[in-house]
């Protein structure tokens, strides 16, 4: 697969492992370990860049070729960050200078935000009792009011040296997103009975004033796998969720949910638009656990308002409150990892109809239809 990375130069000044950066003076040298950094976009098989004014955590496990098969940790969390030196940018741990062994390799395992706490459910947990083939998180609770975008890189094996990619040099990182993200888009059907009766015309002002969802599980365990494939050379593997409850890849969620609500009085035009555009907290790229969908749980509420007005020009308005299970809506039947789901709500003031449709896009994105 065509890989594109955002990365790095080569610096260092020696062969040691590790030397603490405390006013060392950084050259250009290969022999520093650098990293080349990307996030996975499904929908074009590309990658995109991963943002400069962020950082990730590192690890590196050491096999030493004396010793085969036995791999101790060599990089332990180490905060990767993006830096500049000599007008070159490149992507390296933020208080130390890892340098490359003389012998064996390293196998690499990112993650991203960065956490200092290693014991954090932010934090994937890594197997060493099976050579690092197993990646875990462990009661990880997403924030409502703050979500995050978890990431976690293919495991980059048998690396011996920075490799160049595009004039770019380091570790291939490339990451892929943990958890699903949602977005609602509004519209109008139709604001008038024009296209009907030109001749005794009526409009309508359609008013969403909150989107509420409900039974949302916010809380999980995710367990990846994956086959090492050492002595094949310097390559990246990919990790594959081991749940098999449900034909989706999703987490093993526990019992706590949570409730999410926009509050924002917009008036609907016949273009779709996202709902709460222009706030501070608009209904998009709210970033959730990923889950299957079921009767009575996952829900949405629409509270409206439609206001018609008569040919005449007498005007009367009437409150709304719908509540649909995002599980009526079968072209999305989960909410899955690095899946970016656009729902558009799209209420026709004739019969008081909504129509919600559900998609795919970005990340590898979904879309989908709800009906009123």
């Given at each position: 697969m065509k890989k594109f990375f955002l990365l790095a130069a080569l610096v260092g000044v020696a062969f040691t492992s590790c030397v603490k950066n405390e006013g060392v003076a950084v050259t250009a040298d290969q022999n520093q370990i650098t990293f080349e950094v990307a996030k996975y976009k499904a929908s074009s098989r590309a990658e995109v860049a991963y943002p400069t004014d962020q950082s990730f955590g590192a690890y590196a496990y050491y096999e030493n070729t004396l010793t085969p098969g036995t791999h101790s940790l060599y990089i332990d969390n180490a905060e990767i960050v993006y830096k500049v030196a000599d007008g070159n940018g490149y992507w390296a741990a933020k208080d130390e200078i890892y340098f490359w062994p003389t012998q064996g390799h390293l196998d690499f395992v990112s993650y991203s935000p960065y956490n200092a706490d290693a014991t954090s459910p932010a934090v994937p947990k890594i197997s060493d009792t099976d050579v690092q083939q197993t990646l875990k998180y462990e009661g990880f609770k997403v924030d409502a009011a703050n979500?995050?975008?978890?990431?976690?890189?293919?495991?980059?094996?048998?690396?011996?040296?920075?490799?160049?990619?595009?004039?770019?040099?380091?570790?291939?990182?490339?990451?892929?997103?943990?958890?699903?993200?949602?977005?609602?888009?509004?519209?109008?059907?139709?604001?008038?009975?024009?296209?009907?009766?030109?001749?005794?015309?009526?409009?309508?002002?359609?008013?969403?004033?909150?989107?509420?969802?409900?039974?949302?599980?916010?809380?999980?365990?995710?367990?990846?796998?994956?086959?090492?494939?050492?002595?094949?050379?310097?390559?990246?593997?990919?990790?594959?969720?081991?749940?098999?409850?449900?034909?989706?890849?999703?987490?093993?969620?526990?019992?706590?949910?949570?409730?999410?609500?926009?509050?924002?009085?917009?008036?609907?035009?016949?273009v779709a638009r996202t709902y709460g555009a222009g706030t501070a907290d608009p209904a998009q790229n709210y970033f959730i656990l990923p889950q299957a969908l079921a009767t009575g749980i996952q829900q949405i509420t629409v509270d409206y308002s439609i206001a018609t007005t008569?040919?005449?020009?007498?005007?009367?308005?009437?409150?709304?409150?719908?509540?649909?299970?995002?599980?009526?809506?079968?072209?999305?039947?989960?909410?899955?990892?690095?899946?970016?789901?656009?729902?558009t709500i799209d209420i026709d003031p004739v019969g008081d109809e909504i129509h919600f449709a559900p998609a795919v896009v970005d990340w590898e994105n979904i879309e989908g239809a709800i009906s009123f």
């Open positions: 979500p995050v975008d978890l990431l976690y890189s293919d495991k980059a094996m048998q690396q011996t040296a920075n490799t160049a990619h595009y004039g770019f040099t380091g570790v291939p990182t490339l990451f892929h997103h943990a958890l699903a993200k949602l977005n609602f888009l509004v519209k109008a059907f139709r604001l008038d009975n024009r296209n009907d009766s030109p001749d005794a015309v009526t409009s309508w002002t359609v008013t969403i004033k909150k989107i509420t969802l409900s039974g949302i599980y916010d809380e999980g365990n995710l367990t990846m796998k994956t086959t090492n494939v050492h002595d094949a050379g310097a390559t990246t593997v990919q990790w594959a969720n081991t749940i098999t409850a449900v034909p989706y890849d999703v987490w093993s969620n526990t019992s706590s949910q949570t409730t999410k609500e926009w509050n924002c009085e917009q008036v609907l035009t016949t008569a040919p005449g020009g007498q005007t009367a308005t009437v409150d709304y409150s719908t509540t649909k299970n995002f599980s009526e809506f079968p072209a999305v039947p989960a909410w899955e990892q690095g899946k970016n789901i656009t729902y």
